[in-house]
């Protein structure tokens, strides 16, 4: 039987574009407590004392395409530090500079990591499993549950 090019060719598209390779990455699996206690350079519980946020073009490896427009939420995360569990060089009263981001945008949406969660708000207390940048001494959260809140910032309304 000879099927003719003009039915066939829907079907060769859709075959040639199932055998391209995408470079698309699945969210990122929670970290066991353990885990990161184990690989993080630092865990401290602390206090939020201030947060800002900026949304700017993503920098992470599986949001880069010419097809794709991906926008991050960066936040900007400082804690001041009530006891630390882990870690040289940080003591009590410090305070403690994270940085953490969620996914802004995304268009066509694809899956992939999804940023840390939750992000604190001011006033929570939280418990942080870091990674510590040595160069921009910048603390990064393990993504995506490196940020514990303990209690929330009571409402003094």
């Known amino acids: ?89 940080v003591k009590e009263g410090d305070e403690l500079s994270l940085e953490a981001w969620q996914p802004s945008t995304r268009f066509p949406p694809l899956p992939g990591p999804q940023g840390h969660q939750p992000v604190p708000n001011k006033g929570d207390l939280v418990k942080t499993y870091l990674l510590h940048d040595k160069k921009t001494k910048i603390y990064h959260p393990f993504m995506p549950n490196g940020i514990k809140i303990l209690k929330k910032a009571t409402d003094t309304k």
């Open 1 to 89: 039987m000879i099927f003719s090019i003009r039915y066939n060719f829907p079907v060769f598209f859709l075959g040639l574009v199932a055998l391209t390779a995408f470079d698309v990455s699945a969210a990122v699996a929670p970290h066991s407590k353990e885990s990161m206690m184990e690989e993080a350079t630092h865990v401290v519980r602390g206090k939020v004392v201030a947060l800002s946020s900026k949304t700017q073009k993503s920098i992470h490896p599986s949001s880069r395409s010419d097809f794709l427009i991906a926008r991050d939420r960066i936040f900007k995360i400082t804690v001041e530090v009530i006891a630390v569990e882990k870690g040289k060089d």
